[in-house]
Nanobody, 121 residues
Framework: QVQLVESGGGLVQPGGSLRLSCAAS????????MAWFRQAPGKERAFLTT????????TSADSVKGRFTISRDNAKNTVYLQMNNLKPEDTAIYYC??????????????WGQGTQVTVSS
């Protein structure tokens, strides 16, 4: 029903910025809440931030408040994650997800393939 493809990951120095994109296929994108998660080596997949279907409400984990911002453009079937002031501990594989509106990975029905973000000097 929904297919998600992330892009925009890469290598960045501490203090730098990246913007991740997640392009969605299907006709139900505008009706679905979206979220970003990340998974660092040896750790569980962790919630970052979520946005409602209309983009009028967002929720973020305390660890990224003030640095990461989620947004969406339903006309382009795309959700974004703007990441500023990146730190080495932000190094992880970043995933977008759809079909839920919570902090729990198992509440989401659709996932992208993930994109690697590495923060290192």
């Amino acid at each position: 029903q929904v297919q998600l493809v992330e892009s925009g990951g890469g290598l960045v120095q501490p203090g730098g910025s990246l913007r991740l994109s997640c392009a969605a296929s299907g006709r139900t994108f505008s009706s679905a809440a979206m979220a970003w998660f990340r998974q660092a080596p040896g750790k569980e997949r962790a919630f970052l931030t979520t946005i409602s279907a209309r983009g009028t409400s967002t929720t973020s984990a305390d660890s990224v408040k003030g640095r990461f911002t989620i947004s969406r453009d339903n006309a382009k079937n795309t959700v974004y994650l703007q990441m500023n002031n990146l730190k080495p501990e932000d190094t992880a594989i970043y995933y977008c997800a759809a079909g839920g509106y919570s902090t729990y990975p198992f509440d989401y029905n659709y996932w992208g393939q993930g994109t690697q973000v590495t923060v290192s000097s």
